[in-house]
């Protein structure tokens, strides 16, 4: 273990008391709040065998209340009994449950869907005092750990490796991440069903990704409307067909997909397979991106501007974090010439821009390996609109954050648009030697658009309606008014009273 410490006295830094998760249960003497209390949420059938490994260090070591199987229970409701208890606390007078909601921390262990999914839940709840999140690489790419310092490879999961991950969370720095929003839009068919089709079920960063109901202020009458969001990337065409099928075949034959460096193998055949090295000689010219949809961005409040795609462009991603695919950078890092005469910056992740970089094949993405690697920058861009082409394909294939799904398409309609917004941006946690570079850190190289730092959305913020500002993973987290009440009630009695010590009613 890399930590000089005892570890019984180390781990009261992060242990929340049982009283605070668990209401009725006994109240336990404390002397000081912990300095870093966590919630651990664990995907357990992440990592072929890691995840339920993880989940048993993590409760031997933890309270087991503050310890989450996410296929037994979900975050919101998590959250959301958490945060009414902390606020019936305060009400009472505990002076713990205020400082524990001032210091609270997340950790989330799984793939990068599970990390989304937390990411999402956090946003949509919009509390009052957000907790930051840290993510344990338990996925194949991990694309969003690596981005935060976090790592790639797949995590020990005895004592003194959760020792050590505890250690950094402590030690971690905060940081603001953009998310996105999804909106896609369809007359609606006078036969058959244009849904997402996932593989074999729903992943966790698509739980959004579905029709909204006939009741959703979204809805319009005779089109079909979907919605979702993402942290780190939407991509479409070959990279998302070829991720297509190995979610597939995972869902199908888990047996073979026990850790992760078999599943990275299993990716590469299935490029191979699915004519990902060959697309222009394997699949036809209607897969290319220029054929399949036109493309606009908005750089600036109000102004879309057509994008000229190249046509042996097969994929497109939309890029929010210098992670993809596994830890590569397709933005890379424009010179000096680039950013003065393309007027490109480096990939902030807090910037409210996101990169758009295209591929031809997978010969293509090799390039990523190579030093100063890239792929073809198309653009920056605070929102960007794909208008698919009537009867350009029957399909195409979507994905974001690492969890893809077959999208169906109307053969008969000219208006099946697809756009991406900026949403808002959400606390996470991040080594200090991270990869990741926000707009407002000192050292980065330049302030990216001719903004300066607090400037952005100034004003756009109340030009974008609420339907665009949830990934629909929560609802929002609200106090009940009678809780209300009695907090107005309490304090209209403290001020007529004037000071008053408040008795601890929850530590002996």
């Known amino acids: 273990m890399n ?50 490994d993880l989940l048993l260090t993590y409760r031997s070591l933890l309270n087991n209340h503050q310890v989450f199987d996410l296929g037994g229970e979900a975050p919101d409701a998590v959250l959301r009994r958490l945060y009414l208890h ?9 002076e713990f449950a205020p400082e524990i909601e001032e210091r609270l921390k997340i950790i989330v262990a799984g793939g990068d869907g599970t990390a989304g999914w937390l990411l999402g839940v956090v946003s949509d709840l919009k509390l009052s005092k957000p907790p930051p999140i840290a993510t344990v ?10 981005a935060f310092g976090w790592g790639k490879k797949n ?45 074999l ?18 809805n319009m009458e005779g089109y079909h409307t979907f919605q979702g969001g993402f942290w780190n990337y939407f991509s479409m065409g070959m990279d998302a067909q070829v991720s297509y099928a190995f979610h597939s075949e995972r869902k199908l034959h888990p047996e073979k997909f026990k850790n992760q460096l078999v599943n990275q193998s299993t990716y590469a055949k299935l490029g191979c397979t699915q004519g990902w090295f060959f697309a222009s000689l394997v699949h036809p010219s209607s897969r290319n991106i220029a054929q399949l949809a036109k493309v606009k961005i908005m750089k600036k409040h109000g102004d879309w501007q057509d994008l000229t795609i190249p046509p042996s462009i097969r994929s497109i991603v939309c890029l929010n974090l210098p992670s993809f695919s596994g830890g590569l950078n397709p933005w890379g890092t424009p010179n000096k010439n680039k950013r003065r005469d393309r007027d490109l910056t480096p990939p902030y992740v807090d910037d409210g821009f996101i990169e758009v970089v295209g591929f031809r094949d997978a010969w293509h993405g090799l390039v ?13 861009a605070h929102r960007i609109k794909f ?21 169906p398409l109307p053969v008969d309609d000219d208006r099946v ?22 707009v407002h850190d000192p050292s980065s190289p330049t302030t990216p658009h001719g903004q300066d730092d607090g400037e952005r959305d100034s004003d756009e913020e109340e030009s974008v309606g609420e339907e665009w500002r949830k990934f629909g993973a929560a609802d929002t987290f609200k106090i009940p008014d009678e809780m209300k009440v009695q907090k107005a009630r309490r304090s209209e009695i403290a001020e007529s009273l004037g000071p008053v010590s408040v008795p601890k009613e929850n530590v002996q």
């Open 368 to 380: 990523l390996f190579a030093p100063n690697g890239h792929g073809r920058r198309l653009a920056q």
């Open 86 to 94: 902390l606020e019936t606390l305060k009400l009472n007078g505990d």
């Open 201 to 218: 079920e729903l992943p966790h960063s698509l739980h959004a990704f579905q029709r909204v109901s006939s009741s959703d202020e979204l």
């Open 155 to 199: 995590p020990g999961t005895d004592q003194d490796s959760v020792l050590a991950f505890l250690d950094q969370v402590r030690k971690a720095k905060e940081m603001m991440i953009d998310s996105w929003h999804i909106l896609m839009r369809m007359k609606a068919p006078t036969e058959g069903s244009f849904d997402p089709i996932a593989p």
């Open 417 to 438: 648009v697809v756009e991406i917004s900026n949403l808002r941006q959400v606390k996470i946690l991040a080594t200090h030697d991270c990869r990741s570079r926000s």
């Open 3 to 52: 930590v000089n410490f005892e570890p019984h006295s180390f781990l009261k830094e992060f242990h929340i008391p049982a009283y605070i998760l668990a209401p009725g249960s006994e109240a336990e003497k404390l002397r000081d709040v912990p300095s870093c209390p966590v919630l651990v949420f664990i995907n357990s059938k992440s990592g072929g065998q890691l995840g339920g």
């Open 387 to 407: 208008e698919f082409h009537k009867g350009a394909a029957e399909h195409t294939f979507m994905r974001i954050d690492g969890e893809p799904w077959k999208q």
């Open 137 to 146: 690489p338990l996925g194949t790419g991990n694309n969003l750990p690596f």
